[in-house]
């Protein structure tokens, strides 16, 4: 597998609800990024947050950054489309995606970034490039520019660096590409436009 790959998968892992290795995670994806870029920086400041903190301290922060906010929650739909119809199509584009390629899309919504990152992972090239563009990276973009408190937006940050780096996101992060709009169903929307993320709706409404 492409090494810029297996580090979505990481960063997949890194989003999810820590458990007792998520340390490891972290340490991990040091080891695959290159240390002169500003997400090895953001990572190994992650780092220094997680260690010496117990899983039940973890926990209650990934909770309050991620979970509290729904201008940070963590499904990618929800930044794209708001509370719109199309978020529901959306959802059922992406659980079609997840089954095809095999991959079970847990407890959470389909859309949940590391649902996303996994399938990105998961597919050719192309499709990962169109799919990391025209959705993750402009929910990213969204999250990153509204947390700035905590340890765990830190993975965000080295996220987003990395998203840039490595599939030229700054490029089309406002166009919709062929290739996009095959991944994504012919979807067109303006992610400037949705101000339902200044009124503080509750998650998963």
Do not use: W
Not at 101 to 125: I, K, R, Y
Request: proline content about 3%; aromatic content about 8%; some cysteine.
């Amino acid at each position: 597998m492409n090494t810029k790959f297996q580090v979505l998968k990481l960063f997949a892992s890194l989003l999810r609800y820590p458990g007792r290795e998520y340390a490891s995670t972290v340490e991990s994806l040091l080891d695959e990024l290159d240390e002169s870029s500003p997400a090895h920086t953001a990572l190994n400041e992650l780092l220094k947050f997680v260690r010496g903190k117990s899983r039940l301290q973890l926990e209650e922060e990934f909770t309050h950054t991620f979970d509290i906010n729904a201008a940070v929650s963590l499904d990618v739909g929800f930044h794209l489309f708001g509370l719109a119809y199309k978020r529901g199509e959306f959802l059922v584009k992406v659980r079609e995606a997840l089954r095809e390629a095999g991959l079970n899309e847990g407890t959470e919504l389909p859309d949940h970034l590391p649902n996303l990152l996994e399938l990105a992972a998961a597919m050719d090239e192309e499709r990962a490039t169109a799919l990391v563009q025209e959705c993750i990276f402009p929910a990213i973009q969204r999250m990153t520019g509204v947390v700035t408190a905590g340890g765990f937006h830190l993975a965000l940050i080295a996220l987003r660096v990395f998203l840039d780096e490595h599939f030229r996101c700054v490029v089309l992060l406002f166009e919709q590409s062929d290739e996009a709009r095959a991944a994504t169903g012919d979807y067109v929307y303006a992610p400037m436009e949705l101000d339902e993320l200044q009124t503080g709706v509750a998650r998963h409404e």
